[in-house]
């Protein structure tokens, strides 16, 4: 019953993240980088069912107004496909809108095969005629595969 789920804006803590990063099939962070890292989220949104059991979440990092990522958007499995993740975007585009300026970016990287589901809020991908490619760097592999 999705409706009687609850939507919080508030950035999960490190056992729900953990909690649903593994159930998406993501690695965990260390420990230590992964408060830093929460504690450093500027927009959090998590989902409650009526347990009170987060089932989902998204965040936003960044500087909080001209450089926004979007992260960490997750839909337990058991409730995918049932709008959940599409009322999690609008509730972070929502908070991006309302701290935007003309110098707003907001990027994100999308897994393999979720384009279709970012491009619906506006997301273009890259790289087009006039944008070079999206590029990512992993320290821990250092031959960035
Ligand atoms: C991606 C994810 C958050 C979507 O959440 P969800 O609650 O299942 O999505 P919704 O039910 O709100 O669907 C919203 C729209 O996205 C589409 N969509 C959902 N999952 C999709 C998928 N895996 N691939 C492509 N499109 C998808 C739906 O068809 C729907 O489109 P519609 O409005 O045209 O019908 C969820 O599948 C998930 O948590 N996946 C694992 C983690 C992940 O990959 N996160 C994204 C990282 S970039």
């Given at each position: 019953?999705?409706?009687?789920l609850?939507?919080?804006?508030r950035?999960p803590t490190a ?10 099939g ?12 929460l504690?450093k989220?500027i927009f959090g ?5 009526s347990d009170?059991t987060?089932i989902?979440?998204?965040r936003?990092?960044?500087?909080g107004?001209?450089q926004v990522?979007i992260?960490?958007v997750i839909?337990?499995k058991h ?15 929502k908070?991006?809108e ?9 990027g994100?990287?999308?897994a393999?095969g979720r384009?279709k ?6 997301f ?7 944008l070079?490619a999206?590029?990512?760097y992993f ?5 960035g595969?």
């Amino acid at each position: 019953m999705t409706n009687n789920l609850r939507y919080i804006e508030r950035i999960p803590t490190a056992a729900e993240f953990q909690e649903l990063r593994t159930n998406a099939g993501w690695g965990i962070p260390p420990e230590s980088a992964l408060k830093d890292s929460l504690a450093k989220t500027i927009f959090g949104v998590c989902v409650e069912d009526s347990d009170g059991t987060t089932i989902g979440m998204g965040r936003l990092v960044g500087d909080g107004g001209i450089q926004v990522f979007i992260t960490d958007v997750i839909v337990h499995k058991h409730w995918q496909n049932r709008g959940i993740g599409k009322q999690i975007m609008k509730s972070l585009m929502k908070h991006v809108e309302n701290v935007s300026s003309p110098a707003t970016f907001v990027g994100l990287f999308s897994a393999i095969g979720r384009e279709k589901f970012y491009k619906t809020f506006g997301f273009i991908t890259r790289p087009n005629e006039k944008l070079g490619a999206g590029m990512v760097y992993f320290p821990a592999k250092k031959d960035g595969k």
